[in-house]
């Protein structure tokens, strides 16, 4: 049982700036499953791309059963015995399982014809192990999720692999398909399997792990077997010391300003993405909203700003219930959405800084047929003033301007909408510290002002330190509410990860 | 002088400008104030659908039906005036509003039920071209009235009619796309489609608006064209959609959306009438036209990809 099949040593990995991987040596043992944790940006993925040839280490080295080997490719790695799953799924619809399975390493005929017979036959022997009854010529685009996940471990175990890394293969799995996958993974491990297990469910990795390894900030915090350890020491490990939020935010709140009631956006595979959610929001208050990846955080603030035609429920602003259903009317009853993602959903790639500001509020500056360019100029330049974004000219291209400063024109493109309820998603990713605080400054001063503030962040120190209260969301529900007094790491991570 | 080489619109310009001069200098009888008349007025048709098509690039889309909405607006037009004697100033309007009502149903089956632009005019184009067919039988409508054929033949101040139309639609787009929401709009939806949806752009309907005035804009062309010819003919429009895209093109629109201009497009269709006529006065064989347009859209194209690189690599 304590066969060592796969050994990282002083494992470092920089990238321009920064040290994703600082020294880690992680062990993988045979036919069992070795967890990896760590918070956001512990270096988890960086290693698991590491161990599955996607990326080569700085230095380091890795051992298999005992003797250094060196792959640079997912290819090489699979000839050394390593499969991977990601976390995202990457099958192609439109073939079947047997072609997937086989994708890039087909067997040949001869040297042209695919002989899709032995494919196939191969391919049902490998779904029987898994429990997958399906001819292996279904399509796979007619597969539900955790149907695709076991295609996923067949394509990923086929041929001589030993070692699987799963990459939080729950993350998109129903409660009943996380059973069908929990009796792979044990029946895996009987016949010698290793499994890197990546995953941010505490209860499920108690429930399915073997050893676990804990990284924090690029470096090995500690190594323990799961049986001698319990939740409380996870969480312990992954952030650290327990740490009480700073100076307590404490002013007054102003009255009611937004009530949501029993929001529901269903999943067009079945189930809800948000599940009859309901919350109320203050005047100067901030909300922060917690969960991990699928929770349905972004669904939840696209729900209110309009951009989920399919949601239902009820949504009261300032004692009005709100009965518009397209963005630009929801735009104009106060609600304003600084998306995720800036590049895919925020800016403009081809319009200077001036135009993506106004973008949202035109009608503003707009007379009888034309835009006023002095009224617009003036409201950009007072939002450029007002949140001290650093410019050449304003009508240089929004490429010209820094992560943190386009993300400034963004916010102001927000604001000349005159919200009532500012809805950010992740508003710090990809912004420098400064940018970072600059950020928080202005919400700050936004709420002195009497708005209402919706943030979503998977920074558990942000989650922290700026909201006034957090509601913590887990496959679509709602599974906690914590005032600032109450709130800790170990609360924020439990709630969101819980069953 | 760098100002001036940073906008889109220099490289078609320059290019204008140096192949009139080496037509003008080989050729004198290229400059002469007919032949230019002439050049403008064959540039005006097309020009005009290029307007249209302009307008749907910088949304992301392409319009593959115009030539065939321009063709079939003439022949409803000349039908107009002749089976139903209506007067030319009702056909015309008749023969416009048909061509925006076929851009309005593009653009629905494009914004609403999503189909994609291309496939989507690709065969609105079949159905609109055998429409032709099927009203005309294949032959030609004749015995238009002489006041119609005033649009298409006659001149205002020395300009043929069809120029003024064609600069009066110019400028009017021109205006709207620089200085109107809807103007802006559009060139949002291209650049990103996803931020002008949360910017509050209502992006199916601009679409739809879009297609329309490409409808429209063609129709003008093809009713312009029908006056020009004296008669409603069947094979009006059938290859116009690759010279008004060239057009648009080769004036520095950009296929990806978000990126031209009027300007550019018309002196982009300058620039093909200029070249059609010039491969006249040169006596190059015309067989050769379309291989030349063909070098010159490669060319064009090859520009818009690097320039589009270098933009993403600053």
């Known amino acids: ?499 | 002088m760098a100002r001036f080489f940073a906008l889109r619109e220099s490289g078609i310009l320059l290019g204008l400008i140096g192949l009139c001069l080496i037509l003008a200098l080989a050729r004198p009888a290229f400059a002469n104030s007919y032949n230019i008349s002439i050049v403008v007025r064959q540039t005006s048709f097309v020009g005009m659908v290029a307007l249209g098509q302009t307008l749907v690039l910088l949304t992301g889309g392409i319009d593959l039906s115009v030539g065939f909405i321009g063709g079939l607006a003439g022949i409803l037009t000349s039908l107009a005036m002749t089976g139903l004697s209506m007067p030319p100033a009702a056909a015309v309007a008749a023969g416009l509003g048909a061509g925006a009502f076929f851009g309005v149903l593009n653009g629905l089956m494009i914004s609403r039920v999503k189909v994609n632009p291309f496939i989507t005019t690709l065969a609105s184009g079949e159905i609109f071209a055998g429409s032709i067919l099927v009203i005309t039988g294949g032959y030609p409508v004749l015995n238009l009235p002489a006041s119609f054929q005033f649009l298409g033949q006659g001149t205002l101040a020395g300009v043929p009619m069809p120029a003024v139309f064609f600069a009066v639609c110019g400028l009017l787009l021109a205006y709207a796309l620089g200085n109107t929401a809807f103007g802006r709009n559009i060139y949002a939806i291209g650049g990103n489609r996803a931020a002008a949806r949360l910017a509050g752009i209502r992006v199916e309907r601009a679409t739809t608006v879009v297609y329309l005035l490409s409808g429209f804009l063609a129709a003008f062309g093809g009713i312009l064209f029908t006056s020009r010819m004296s008669s409603g003919q069947p094979t009006t429009g059938a290859n116009w959609v690759m010279p008004c895209i060239t057009a648009a093109i080769i004036g520095g629109t950009s296929l990806s959306g978000g990126e031209g201009s009027v300007l550019g497009t018309v002196l982009g269709a300058l620039f093909m009438g200029v070249l059609a006529n010039g491969i006249v006065h040169m006596d190059i064989s015309p067989y050769w036209e379309r291989i030349i347009i063909g070098l010159v859209v490669v060319l064009a194209v090859v520009i818009d990809v690097l320039r589009s690189r270098k933009r993403s690599r600053s």
């Not at chain 1, 998109?172 to 069908?180: D, F, G, I, P, R």
């Open chain 1, 1 to 499: 049982m304590e066969e060592l099949v796969l050994e990282a040593r002083g494992i470092t990995k920089r990238y321009p700036g920064t040290t994703a991987l600082d020294d880690v040596d992680f062990d993988v043992f045979k036919g069992a499953v070795n967890v990896l944790v760590g918070e956001n940006g512990a270096g988890k993925s960086t290693l698991t791309k590491i161990l599955a040839g996607v990326e080569e280490a700085t230095t380091g080295r890795i051992l298999r059963q005992g003797k250094p080997i060196r792959y640079s490719s997912p290819f090489e790695a699979r000839n050394h015995g390593v499969g991977i799953v990601f976390q995202e799924l990457n099958l192609v619809p439109n073939l079947s399982i047997a072609e997937n399975m086989f994708m890039a390493r087909e067997i040949m005929r001869n040297r042209f014809m695919i002989d899709h017979e032995r494919q196939e036959s191969e391919a049902a022997e490998a779904l029987r192990r898994l429990q997958l009854d399906l001819p292996p010529s279904t399509l796979v685009s007619s597969l539900g999720i955790g149907q695709q996940q076991i295609v996923e471990l067949a394509k990923a175990l086929h041929g001589d692999v030993d070692i699987l890394i799963m990459d939080e293969p729950t993350s998109a799995l129903s409660e009943q398909e996380v059973k069908v996958l929990f009796e792979i993974i044990v029946d895996l491990k009987a016949r010698g399997t290793a499994i890197v297990y990546i995953s941010h469910r505490f209860e499920e990795i108690l429930e399915i792990g073997d050893y676990i390894t804990v990284l924090r900030d690029g470096r090995l915090i500690s190594k323990a077997r799961i049986r001698d350890i319990d939740i409380h020491w996870i969480v312990r490990e992954m952030t650290g010391e327990e740490e009480k939020p700073p100076v307590p935010r404490r002013k007054s709140l102003g009255g009611a300003l937004l009530e949501v009631n029993h929001l529901r956006l269903p999943n067009f595979s079945g189930g809800y993405k948000v599940n009859d959610v309901s919350f109320k929001l203050r005047k100067g208050e901030i909300l922060g909203i917690y969960g991990l990846m699928g929770a349905g955080r972004t669904e939840l603030l696209e729900c209110l700003v309009g951009a989920q035609p399919d949601a239902t429920g009820q949504i009261v602003l300032e004692g009005r219930e709100i009965a518009s259903s397209r963005v630009d009317q929801r735009i104009i009853d106060g609600f304003s959405l600084i998306p995720e993602d800036r590049k895919q959903q925020g800016i403009v790639q081809t319009f200077t800084i001036a135009e993506n500001m106004t973008l949202a509020s035109l009608s503003r500056y707009t007379g009888r047929f034309s835009i006023s360019s002095a009224g617009e100029g003036r409201a950009v330049d007072d939002m450029i003033r007002e949140l001290a974004i650093k410019i050449g000219s304003k009508t240089h291209s929004i490429f010209s301007l820094s992560g943190g400063n386009q993300q400034k024109v963004v916010v102001g493109k927000n604001l000349l909408t005159n919200p009532r309820v500012l809805l950010m998603d992740e508003p710090t990713r990809g912004i420098d510290v400064g940018a970072k605080k600059d950020m928080f400054d202005i919400v700050r001063k936004l709420t002195d002002e009497g708005l209402g503030i919706i943030m979503v962040s998977s920074e558990l120190k942000e989650m922290l330190t700026i909201p006034d209260r957090v509601l913590v969301l887990n496959k679509g529900r709602l599974t906690g509410e914590f005032d600032r007094s109450e709130l800790s790491q170990a609360t924020l991570l439990l709630a969101s990860g819980s069953k």
